[in-house]
């Protein structure tokens, strides 16, 4: 092949000029982004360590030394904590007092404390998210731009979950455990009132995406609005709105741990203690009990939500 | 109307049997799930204790909480057993030092008159007698026996008990009388001394009077200008807290900010050697998508407890727990979105002889740079809301704020203050965030649109 020497017409030199401004403008353009970014980073990085209470390079030294209390005596005190049995090195304090909380159901038949606690978060986890997915379905129907019954009742509940889903769930968990005392009803209300928002937002936007046939067809044969929701929309729906559902199980699971350490009770509370009184066997079984069951869930979740809609729940698009 | 016929009925059942003969599990199936889930419910109410639960409850208190949000009371004392009759605040009262508000009257027979709201809702007393006039009744009570007892019958709105007469007077307030004092309180709807609290030179100054102040009016305190007084006056008000609350709430943003970030930076090149296409190792591949769902299920509140632990409470341990979180989280989304990639480009740049970085810089990131933008600002706006909670286990930031102005129950109006700011961010940073993506989505839409086109 030769090169041809290039044809230097007007019409392709203007081109070119154009296209080399172009690409300068946007590599200035893409320079002075980047650039921007790098100092607000550095700007944040400074903030931040600014107002810590221990400081990044002074504490860095440290961070080893901080994880040393993480490792126990006996590697086997992690199972033990884990399933309360009674530890050889029991000195009577609270770090191997393991089998204090066994809780007993019958004879010498016991649930180990830690099992129970997690109990106690997933129990928070699903029960707020039922009660996010029984309001956030009817919410959604009337929230779809082309489903709702009435304009103005779209615009009320679509406001009135957008205000659910941003306001913070520490506040009401605050608010009601002043009320219902401080505990796991407490932790239910706030992330229960949270999943209405973040669900009934999901649902309607996939009510929005719907084929409309089916419900035109009740419509001729003179189907009120609770039969054309229940016969034509709600089954075209129903395994998306399950795949959310089973993805806000997940995301609640860790809101109720989170919830938990600031009062909730269940597991986030007993870690959140044994944290920060530096018991190295307790932490390792906590988080390994934690970290064990989150992933257990996220996989059984995704293997649901794989069969339900298929390889769609995953898609990454933007 | 046409009615079907009994032979027309089963024709239709004939045809289409898969709607009409089903099978078993298919159409008990949605009946079992239901009854599954009662029984759980069922569950759930016993182990949650529900019934005694909600027995010892304070619903109360709820209306009580929600008032104390948007309104301020002022409770003054009147001791009976000094010969004149003088209203004592409490020491941190938001009427400042020495108030005189118009709504206590001491008339000219030493009596003392308190209007809780008006005329039509007020209390009149002597050190022996107390008049109570509130929804149309006018209602004596006499102290000259050593009790407080009420003359006549007793309305439902008055509690009489054996020391105290407690005159409920809705909203406005309540009048509590006893044999030595009587105490009032009024309630005002709004924030008190939101802007200068009662230290302050400023305090109980009209906007202009301020405004006029500080533009001409001689210096207040000497040597700083009014205008730094004021703004310092502002800034370190006692009660609001306003300069402690804002540089917690930049806190809280830049936790989210600072995390997210360097969660993306430290995920992107990961990304590309967790892409099954991109690397052909599987081994690396298996590796770093176990390493990301590890990072993701350790759980920010675990990263959080760890790193208050490691750096002190802080923001930088919320921003330390939000990277780790993120590199899982954006490291398992960018992996995903480069395995989804249209081959095309890659394989044309592979061909014209370019390495293998040339190939990733020109056939690859093109056309997964948008979604990862999108992707990371999604993140960075959920981690807003995020970075609050995580903030009250000490990880710095406006949620321990929050969390402390809560628990002591006395401040809700405060608490509504940072709720306002929390909203107004989110609020902020939803539309920046979904602005940004709006316009990237677009860019996604059109690459695919010509992709689609050309092919």
Redesign the interface.
Known sequence: MTLSATVHSDATNQAADAWRRQTSLRRLYTTLGVGLLLVALAGTMWFADEANAGHFFERLPHILDFLSWLVPKDWNDVWRALFDIASPHDNGTQEYNFPLGRAYVWGNFYIPEYFELMLTTLNVALVSTFIGFVFAVPFSFIAARNLTPHPVLRLIVKRFMELLRAFPEIVIAGLFAAIVSIGPIAAIIAIGLHSIGALGKLFYEINENIDMRAEEGLRAVGANWFERVRFADLPQVLPNFMSYTLLRIEINVRASTIIGAVGGGGIGEELKLSISRGFGAKTLALVLLLFTTIFLIDQFSAWLRRKLVGEQAFATGA | MATMTADEIQAIEERFPQVFQRPMHKRFGPLLMLAG?LL??VY?VW??N?PQ??R????E??PL?LTQWISYDVQPIFPLDAPQITAKYPRFSVLGADPHPDWVKTNADGSVTVLVAGETRSVTFTRTEATIIANGMTVPVSMASGKPVVSGPVPDWITAHDEEVVADMGFAGEVRVAADRVKVRKRFLGWANFVFDPRSPFFEKSAGEVISLIVSGPELKPGTSNLALAIDNIWYNSQWQHGDVW?KL??TI??A??GT??GGIVAFPLAFFAARNITPSRLANQVLKRFF??M???????WA??FT???????????AAIFFTEIGTLGK?YS??LE?IDEKPREGVLSTGADNLMVQRYGVLPEVI??FI??TLYQWESNT?GA???G??GA?GI?LK??EA??T?SNWAN?FYM?LL??LV??IF?NISSFL?RR??RT?HDYNRLQAERS
């Open positions: 889930t759980y419910l759930a182990f949650f529900l639960v909600l010892e409850s304070h619903w208190r709820l909480f540089t930049l806190q830049v936790m900010f600072l970030l360097l769902d590890f993701r299920s350790i759980d920010m509140l675990i407890l760890f632990r490691a750096f002190g409470p802080g923001p930088l341990a919320g921003s989304t995903e979105a989804n948008p979604v999108s992707q809301r609050t909670i995580i009250a286990v710095g949620g929050l969390w809560m628990r129950n608490v709720v929390i909203l989110v609020f939803d993506r990237l989505s996604i």
